[in-house]
């Protein structure tokens, strides 16, 4: 009998290989040392655009957005934008695990854009979630001014939310039939469009070792980028959505040995907090879909 792997599973694997993508991507951000923002966020940017190009031209995708879908596809483009500005500038001032379990707030303020933008309706259950994972986040950020990384923390607590904001447009576009591989290349070429100009203003010249190591994050993120939403196509985000948050502990772990950053006390009370918060969700969420 031939072995067959359930959809589920699959995007299961899917979501823990795009949580080791992006890992990758921060981890040789932070190795690239002290280049802007912008520049780390062109080069990143710049890769994936080249991997979605050669996908689009595999599945011969007609280069047409679809009625609708032109003010979320741009929407998207800037939240993601200001999310990966965000991220790359927390994970260059703040612990690696840190600066992810920021971006990992992603989920939770997907839930109150989708509220606000697409009018779905929030549970009990989600709102709670939503609180304990604030609550959480203050954990890291320690909003006191003798913090000295107070402010890098904002920056990726911002990430965090651009990119909830940007899953939540992606959503929009899905649910209009939108192509993700056209997604992928809007939101590159966009980014990289955006961010040229304060990148050649300011540009620092790099090393061979430093463009490869850019090069690389590129590659990582765009192998994150279509891992997760190859995952979402196998299953609903309610049912996989959690492992995500097994980037989390890749960073801590990649953190430690290539960087030697053990995140402080309170940190892992956040972690604690947050990924508790993701994981009731889930169960809940998974609970009250088996009811119906």
């Excluded at 695990?97 to 549970?123: G, H, W, Y």
């Excluded at 590659?219 to 996989?240: D, M, N, R, W």
């Amino acid at each position: 009998m031939p072995f067959r792997i359930r959809k589920k599973d699959l995007a299961v694997l899917l979501i823990i290989l795009s949580a080791v993508c992006f890992t990758g991507m921060n981890s040789c951000v932070r190795l690239a040392g002290d280049l802007p923002s912008v520049q780390k966020s062109f080069f990143r940017n710049l890769a994936s655009a080249v991997l979605a190009v050669i996908m689009i031209i595999r599945e011969k995708t007609p280069l047409k957005i679809r009625k609708g879908c032109g003010g979320a596809m741009v929407m998207r483009a800037v939240c993601g934008t200001v999310g990966v500005l965000c991220n790359f500038y927390a994970v260059d001032h703040l612990d690696l695990a840190d600066a992810s379990m920021l971006n990992k707030l992603s989920p939770f303020f997907a839930v109150i854009f989708s509220m606000l933008i697409l009018k779905e309706r929030t549970s009990p259950a989600q709102v709670a979630a939503i609180i304990a994972a604030f609550i959480g986040s203050l954990f890291i950020i320690r909003p006191t001014f003798a913090n000295m990384e107070l402010v890098p923390s904002l920056i990726g607590f911002t990430g965090g939310m651009g990119a909830g904001a940007a899953y939540t447009f992606v959503r929009y576009m899905k649910q209009r039939g939108e192509k993700s591989t056209l997604i992928v290349l809007f939101f590159s070429v966009f980014s990289c469009l955006i961010t040229l100009v304060p990148m050649l203003a300011g540009f620092v010249p790099m090393s061979g070792k430093q463009l490869l190591i850019m090069i690389l994050a590129g590659l990582f993120a765009a192998g994150g980028q279509f891992a997760i939403t190859g995952a979402y196509a196998l299953a609903p985000a309610k049912e996989v959505s959690v492992y995500d948050y097994s980037q989390v502990i890749f960073s801590a772990v990649t953190g430690y040995f290539l960087f030697e950053q053990v995140p402080s006390a309170m940190s892992f009370v956040g972690y604690v907090i947050i990924i508790s918060a993701a994981v009731w969700s889930f169960f809940k969420n998974n609970r009250n879909t088996g009811s119906e």
